[in-house]
């Protein structure tokens, strides 16, 4: 069965360093998405992407985050300048239309900024 | 956005059903009622949706309610694997986003 992959699955960065979350979405998937949860809290919507650009973004996703679909098959979520607070597990995931169909969810990757 | 409402935890005994109410008053008649669970450690998992009438699959069903106001998750045979956060959510209209709630804490008794 098809499953969304993300790399690495734990990511350790000093305060102010950049960092790049992979992400390989289902392949005939053409909506993509990054959630986090910080630990003990909810799951949050950053940010959703389709058509080779942003469609959707919340508050949290500001001038620090972007993302990129750089090869057709990868997507992925950069963080320019990470805080403390940045830390958390961020969730990629993947479906085939929007609106009424669901997501599929990667593992995710923990971030930690020290 | 849409809000709902749903337990803050339950428990289910081995192999046997497990209903996971939710309501959500507000709805409109473009939400679609999704539900996902969490199991320890990992992302979210899709379950099952629906817009008005029931629906099955290999994992659940869901029941609407009439007015769409409420709706019920239902396991048929619970086991301690399904021990998971529930997540109720509205979808659909102008936003393509999941708003995750704090959901229903189930816990498995042996």
């Known amino acids: 069965e098809p499953e969304v992959t993300q790399t690495p699955s734990h990511q350790v960065t000093q305060m102010g360093q950049e960092v790049i979350l992979r992400c390989v979405p289902i392949s005939n998937h053409l909506y993509f998405y990054w959630y986090r949860q910080i630990l003990g809290q909810k799951v949050e919507f950053l940010v959703s992407f389709y058509n080779n650009e942003i469609s959707e973004k919340s508050e949290i996703f500001d001038d620090q985050f972007s993302v990129e679909r750089p090869d057709g098959s990868n997507f992925t979520l950069k963080i320019r300048s990470t805080k403390l607070e940045d830390s958390a597990m961020y969730f990629c995931?993947?479906?085939?239309?929007?609106?009424?169909?669901?997501?599929?969810f990667g593992p995710g990757t923990r971030l930690t900024v020290t | 956005d849409a809000k709902t409402t749903q337990p803050n935890s339950m428990e289910s005994n081995e192999e046997e059903p497990v209903h996971l109410p939710c309501n959500h008053s507000t709805i409109s008649g473009t939400d679609y009622i999704h539900w996902y669970r969490q199991l320890p450690s990992q992302g979210p998992e899709y379950v099952i949706h629906?817009?008005?009438s029931n629906v099955n699959n290999r994992m659940a069903s869901l029941a609407i309610a009439e007015d769409r106001k409420s709706s019920t998750l239902i396991l048929h045979r619970a086991t301690l694997r399904d021990a998971a956060v529930y997540y109720c959510?509205?979808?659909?209209?102008?936003?393509?986003?999941?708003?995750f709630g704090t959901g229903t804490l189930l816990a498995g008794q042996p």
């Open positions: 995931a993947s479906s085939p239309l929007h609106n009424s169909y669901e997501q599929y």
């Open positions: 629906g817009l008005t």
């Open positions: 959510i509205l979808y659909g209209g102008a936003t393509n986003k999941l708003i």
